[in-house]
């Protein structure tokens, strides 16, 4: 019903809402119903449950993902920070002015005191 070659699962809205935002909704909609691929078991298939929610076929592993893909790009950088490591040499000085601001916020509370 409504599915044809040209517009896909959008033929369900006929002429409606104009030819640019039924491309948009195609586009999302194909990404969204493609099997993702499972971050703990390479090589395994994932499958959307709800946005945001996903399942290994295989293993019924649940993992958290982007809204349309099992994958996010801020997901992928913090990934490869964290493989690369490059944040920890400068976390020690990122705790310690976090600490130092603390302490001037707790004495500025007393004095106001």
């Known amino acids: 019903m409504g ?12 002429t409606r809402y104009g030819r ?4 948009r909704v195609l586009s999302v909609e194909k990404k969204q119903k493609v099997d993702q691929p499972c971050p703990r078991y390479p090589g ?3 499958k959307r449950v709800t ?11 649940k993992f ?3 809204a349309y893909t099992s994958t996010t790009r801020s997901g992928k950088i913090v990934q490869k920070m964290v493989a690369q490591r490059e944040f920890l040499p400068n976390m020690k000085e990122l705790l310690e ?6 302490k001037s916020d707790n004495s500025k509370t007393e004095e106001a005191n």
């Open 3 to 14: 599915d044809t070659k040209k517009v896909g699962t959008t033929g369900r809205f006929k």
């Open 20 to 23: 640019s935002i039924r491309k």
């Open 44 to 46: 395994q298939k994932a």
């Open 51 to 61: 946005a945001g929610i996903y399942v290994c076929t295989k293993n019924n592993v």
């Open 64 to 66: 958290t993902g982007g």
């Open 97 to 102: 002015s976090e600490l130092d601001e603390s």
